[in-house]
């Protein structure tokens, strides 16, 4: 990514949500263990095509109740690479794209409070024009409860992820991200947290029948900034919440997935996780400590 493009997001230290509520993460994330999760290129790997066996060797597998990460936790960044490249799963492949970026995430709780912690190397940009000149980097996580989203319990955030989405191939610009009979009512959705790093801001919000981005009440703060070149993100986000807000407990773990969109990529053209586990102070992928 060029210097120019980044200087926004070099003063962007602090982005506070709108209403924030000043919350205190742990005094020193250097005494909370890191988890390394490689975020890879997926191209247009729809949940359409990971569950067709004609096309995705592992959809048999994931009937069986295999997880995305039980069979390719050792191959992710090639998959990146092999994606990237456009071998595969990419019609219009981009010139110079970084195929992976390893992320480290560190979590810790209160008794009121999740606190999530990001932090990457900043990959070469790919030097062509940018899709969201507002934003350098975007970075999201989703979580989800009980597994009534389809894939969410194999798959992490791959139930959203459709092929008639915006920026896939022949698909409506209108159409965003959504799940299979979703319904924050009852239930069947993703809660979505995301930080912009040029609009300085944060956005609560979840997947349902449609892609949200504000509306919800878990967030209480979000920041991010650039050292070198090295980002890091915080966000500080209520156990508890409202509709579209998946409430958190102590001793629980919910599916977890995450996606950057790096050198100003808008649409399916980020770096996305594979299904994780986060565990409010019980052992999982992630573990949120208690403080």
């Known amino acids: 990514m060029k210097k120019t493009l980044l200087g926004g997001a070099v003063g962007a230290a602090l982005a506070l949500a709108a209403g924030a509520v000043q919350a205190a993460a742990p005094?020193?994330?250097?005494?909370?263990q890191a988890t390394e999760i490689t975020l890879f290129y997926p191209g247009v790997s729809a949940v359409e095509w990971i569950t067709k066996g004609t096309e995705h060797g592992g959809a048999r597998a994931l009937k069986k109740g295999e997880t995305c990460l039980d069979c390719h936790s050792e191959e992710v960044a090639n998959m990146g690479q092999l994606i990237a490249s456009g071998k595969k799963l990419e019609p219009n492949p981009i010139a110079g794209k970084a195929p992976f970026i390893k992320v480290k995430v560190q979590a810790a709780h209160d008794d009121q409070n999740l606190y999530l912690r990001f932090s990457w190397t900043q990959p070469q940009g790919s030097?062509?024009?940018?899709?969201?000149?507002?934003?350098?980097?975007?970075l999201a996580y989703m979580l989800e409860a009980g597994g009534k989203v389809q894939l969410a319990e194999a798959g992490g955030c791959w139930g959203a992820c459709h092929a008639d989405a915006r920026t896939m191939p022949g698909a409506a610009d209108s159409r965003t991200k959504y799940v299979k009979?979703?319904?924050?009512?009852?239930?069947?959705?993703y809660d979505l947290n995301q930080w912009r790093s040029g609009e300085n801001k944060a956005y609560d919000g979840h997947v349902a029948g449609a892609r949200v981005m504000e509306g919800g009440q878990a967030l209480a703060q979000a920041q991010g900034k650039l050292d070198?070149?090295?980002?890091?993100?915080?966000?500080?986000?209520?156990?508890?919440?409202?509709?579209?807000?998946?409430?958190?407990?102590?001793?629980?773990t919910y599916n977890?997935?995450?996606?950057?969109?790096?050198?100003?990529?808008?649409?399916?053209?980020?770096?996305?996780?594979?299904?994780?586990?986060?565990?409010?102070?019980?052992?999982?992928?992630?573990?949120?400590?208690?403080?």
Request: glycine residues 14%; hydrophobic residues 35%; negative net charge.
């Open 127 to 138: 030097g062509t024009a940018p899709m969201d000149a507002d934003n350098p980097v975007k």
């Open 27 to 32: 005094a020193d994330w250097n005494t909370v």
């Open 228 to 252: 070198g070149d090295t980002w890091t993100v915080e966000f500080t986000r209520k156990l508890a919440g409202g509709t579209g807000d998946v409430r958190l407990e102590p001793g629980k």
């Open 181 to 189: 009979d979703g319904s924050a009512v009852d239930g069947v959705f």
């Open 256 to 291: 977890f997935g995450m996606a950057i969109h790096d050198d100003h990529s808008a649409g399916r053209y980020h770096h996305v996780s594979l299904g994780y586990h986060l565990g409010i102070g019980a052992t999982a992928d992630i573990t949120a400590v208690r403080q």
